[in-house]
Each structure stands twice: as C-alpha cells, then as structure tokens.
C-alpha cells in the first residue's frame, strides 16, 4: 500500500464533498491559521524549520495548500502533512494562505489561491511579497540565505504553482506539482516565451478522476515547451504519496546542484 505522507484525503474530500455530510467540520472553530505548533509569521505565513539535509545543503519549500472552507481547521492537516515529509527528506518550509474572494463557483469565498488572471491582478503582488518577507526573516536569523528554494503545490495550489512556474513570475530553483497542474492555452503560450525555465515536477495521481488528466495534459505540454521537467505517475488518489515527494526533491535537488553551463 503507497502510505500517504499527507493530509490530502481528509483535507480534500471534506473540500469536495456535500456541505451536510460534513456539517461538525464546517462549524466554525475559534482557530489561528497555523497549527498550535508552528510558528506564525507576518500574513499568517506559517513556518517549520528543519536542520540540513544529509549533503548539508539548506533548502526551504514554499508550501501552497488546496482548497480551504473558512472557519475551519482543515489547513491544519495540510501543514502537518508536509511537516512530515519536512522531516524525512531535511528541509524547512513556509505555508502561505492563500485568499478568499477568489475561488471557483461554489467556493468563491473560500480560502484558495489565484488561478485566474482577474484575481492574479488583484492579490498575486501582494502574495509575493508576503513570501519574500517571510524568506528574508527566516534566512536573517541563520546569517545565510538558503542554498535552494522550491515550490510545492497540492490540489489548487498545484495549478497555482503552474501558473507561477510557466510566467515565470517567483524567483526560485524549482516546482513540484501534486493532484493538479494546468496546460491551459494562455500558460502554454506565457510559457514558450518564459526565459528562466526552472525545473518542474508533476506527480500524475492516476486514481485521482478530477486531475490526472490535467496533470498528463501538463507533462504534454512541457515536452513540447522542451521544459525541463519530470513526469511520474503514481496510482494514488488525491493526495501527495510519500514516493512522489521523494523523487521531487531528488529531482528539484540534482537540477538546482548543477554548475551553471
């Protein structure tokens, strides 16, 4: 059995499912945005620091959730769910919140990240800059800035990510997509005259009905773009499987370690 490292199952199926069959969770709960045992830094960004990994490299991963109803705790299992992982593989990592106001029909007021180009518009500058403050705090406190900065996106925050990734519009070393990812026409096009292609994982969760398509339909686009990318396949539902995030971080690691050519 592929033992998942996150949250997802939970956390996602109470997003898609029936508001009655979920009537308890939905109740609103007096909770801070981070779980009780992380640390909240400035627009609720929430951090966990890890030591080195093994080749004694620092590396931090800017977290972008799924879909989260408000008064909820759901976000918790999420940042848990890649505390673990944190854990296992050696690297730090910021969780943002994303926005309400800007989601789907059905859950425009729920907290989600900006996948159109209306709400990029209106939240995007200030997203960005609440995640290099975060970043700029937590590398002054080591003196050092961090040898390598990933971004990992779930379920919306998978297709935010894309988006992010093919406008090249976040500074980073690489991107690792899970349950999500998009090839939509306007980022396909964004993409092919993106100069900083930075790497870019897909995890293709084949038993996930909602986004397997979309995330083969990405790898098919990023092979055209010639982009430097990993596609895997992996029979798990909507959730981020403890193999695929390995394989991404050795991926996004071995590609961010290469000497400039």
């Not at 964004?190 to 100069?195: Q, V």
């Not at 293709?204 to 790898?219: E, H, M, N, P």
């Amino acid at each position: 059995m592929v033992r998942r490292f996150i949250l997802a199952l939970t956390t996602v199926a109470l997003a898609l499912g029936s508001p009655s069959a979920h009537a308890q969770d939905a109740a609103p709960v007096p909770a801070t945005w981070c779980a009780p045992e992380l640390e909240t830094l400035a627009g609720d960004v929430c951090h966990f620091e890890a030591p080195a990994s093994g080749a004694g490299r620092r590396t931090l991963v800017i977290f972008l959730h799924g879909v989260i109803q408000p008064d909820t705790t759901w976000q918790w299992n999420q940042q848990r769910g890649i505390v673990v992982g944190a854990k296992r593989l050696g690297f730090s990592v910021l969780m943002p919140r994303g926005r309400r106001g800007i989601g789907p029909p059905g859950m425009n007021d729920w907290i989600t990240w900006p996948t159109s180009v209306t709400a990029q518009k209106q939240v995007e500058p200030e997203l960005l800059d609440e995640w290099a403050a975060a970043r700029r705090q937590v590398e002054a406190r080591s003196g050092k800035p961090f040898d390598e900065v990933f971004v990992v996106g779930f379920s919306n925050g998978a297709y935010y990510a894309t988006s992010l990734a093919l406008r090249g519009r976040l500074a980073v070393d690489g991107f690792a997509v899970f349950a999500g990812g998009s090839a939509a026409p306007h980022l396909v096009k964004a993409g092919a005259g993106t100069r900083e292609r930075v790497p870019l994982f897909v995890a293709v969760s084949t038993k996930d009905k909602t986004t397997a398509r979309d995330s083969r339909s990405l790898g098919d686009a990023l092979r055209l773009l010639r982009w430097p990318s990993r596609v895997e396949a992996t029979p798990a539902g909507h959730a981020i499987a403890d193999a695929p995030l390995d394989h991404a971080l050795s991926f996004l690691r071995a590609s961010a370690s290469r000497p400039p050519r």
